[in-house]
């Protein structure tokens, strides 16, 4: 019996005695049977069949019309005996009475019930439709946004991978000034439907992936905010990334905690606790207010070039604390170091000018795999719109309008601060050449 969408019989009748002699059989029918393979002629409710010599098994195909029952019996005094095989879908539910079942699985490990009944028995099948669960038909497994906002359009490319239990129309929420560029459903182009913000998607059973694609018009401000966005009524796995265009210098990034994080900020705060602790030195002739605005301006290379410069002043300034009859070669010694120290720490400020009117404003920008303009947040669980992170940013301009202003600072204050260091490096003496022993006096 397979019971399907639509009910059948498959008989199959195999000789067992010797086949050297034609054989003819009434087979009796099921209630609401109906052979369907052609050459079967019926009467009375009894398919006849009929093996030729020679011939050892016969196959034939029954329609079934689908009831809430069925009762299988096997007959007394027939001259064979019976195999019974059910194979149901999972769209129905059957219950069995009478006879026990010998195999649950078929040799593929099939669910297929099997009976071997002896002459008499019966067995009794109910089948039904199995009652729906309440729940989803429709789930979002996974989801990603990718924006690129320009000076006059904002790209986006959404896709999302869904499985759904019925086909139908999926509607989609875009921006209101969204021009929709394309729709695609398993890589397939699918004509553009847009009904005011919604997009529709056909979508048929199974599990898929959709694509879509727009733009729309940039506004750039302070904060930079991605659109509201809903692929479904609930979601997983939904990520989002920015691609900032180089032009804007990024400040902070807010969003769901699994995302990017401006670590520029932390240095700040640790400039401006060294600029109070080096400032409250006489070693420099730095104040703090020098540290700091010196500091801020070299957060953007490395700690190493940093340290080159503070470890320069604080060697001139600890220059002159050694005892005045140091040995020459010593003092020598240590006047060269400060010289080759002077041109490492000219360099280490030239490359902090160069890469702040220059350069790429290095923010310090890390987390979930983000870096200085790429940012990528992740949540694992949404509602019906995706998370909406903000980016506040500045034209880079400013940024360069603000290390102008540094480097001119620089530029004044290494008046002062260069003739403090030729002062210390010459207080007492540039070079050192090797004393003589004195003679001793003649005796007598």
């Not at 009478?98 to 109910?126: D, F, T």
């Not at 670590?263 to 703090?288: M, Q």
Request: proline share 8%; charged share 15%.
């Amino acid at each position: 019996l397979i019971l399907g969408l639509t009910w059948q019989v498959q008989n199959t009748l195999i000789r067992m005695t010797p086949a050297d002699t034609p054989v003819t059989l009434a087979v009796p029918l099921l209630d609401h049977e109906s052979v369907t393979t052609p050459g079967i002629p019926v009467e009375d409710g009894r398919a006849i069949i009929t093996l030729e010599a020679h011939d050892t098994e016969m196959t034939w195909t029954s329609s079934l019309k689908i009831t809430s029952s069925l009762v299988l019996q096997s007959f007394k005094s027939v001259p064979w005996t019976e195999h019974w095989v059910l194979d149901i879908s999972p769209i129905w539910h059957g219950k069995f009475s009478g006879l026990p079942v010998i195999h649950h699985q078929n040799k593929a490990g099939y669910w297929m019930p099997e009976w071997r009944p002896w002459p008499g028995e019966n067995l009794s099948l109910m089948v039904y439709r199995p009652q729906a669960v309440e729940g989803p038909v429709l789930t979002i497994e996974s989801a990603y946004l990718n924006m690129v906002p320009g000076k006059r359009y904002t790209t986006a490319d959404l896709a999302f991978t869904v499985r759904t239990s019925k086909g139908g129309e999926h509607r989609v929420v875009v921006p209101q000034m969204a021009e929709v560029a394309a729709v695609t459903v398993e890589n397939q182009g699918q004509p553009i439907k847009k009904e005011g913000m919604e997009v529709i998607v056909p979508l048929k059973p199974g599990l898929q992936n959709v694509q879509l694609s727009w733009r729309q018009p940039s506004s750039f401000g302070l904060i930079t905010q991605v659109p509201a966005v809903s692929v479904g009524p609930r979601a997983v796995n939904a990520d989002i990334v920015v691609q900032m265009q180089p032009s804007r210098w990024i400040l902070w990034a807010h969003g769901p905690r699994l995302g990017p994080a401006v670590l520029f900020w932390s240095s700040v705060v640790i400039v401006i606790l060294a600029a109070l602790g080096l400032g409250s030195t006489s070693v420099t002739p730095l104040k703090r207010r020098d540290w700091l605005l010196l500091g801020l301006g070299l957060t953007q290379v490395h700690p190493a070039v940093a340290l080159v410069i503070v470890g320069w002043f604080f060697a001139l300034g600890l220059r002159n604390t050694r005892p005045a009859s140091d040995h020459y070669l010593a003092f020598n010694a240590t006047q060269l170091l400060l010289a080759v120290w002077t041109i490492a720490a000219g360099g280490a400020l030239y490359v902090a000018v160069k890469e702040g009117l220059l350069g790429i404003p290095d923010m310090q920008i890390a987390g979930n795999g983000s870096s200085d303009f790429y940012l990528h947040w992740t949540q694992d669980r949404i509602g019906s719109f995706l998370p909406q992170p903000r980016i506040f940013s500045l034209p880079l301009i400013v940024f360069r309008i603000l290390m102008l202003l540094w480097a001119l600072w620089l530029a004044y204050s290494l008046l002062t601060w260069l003739r403090w260091a030729w002062h210390r490096f010459s207080e007492k003496g540039l070079w050192r050449k090797k004393t003589k022993l004195a003679s001793p006096p003649p005796i007598g």
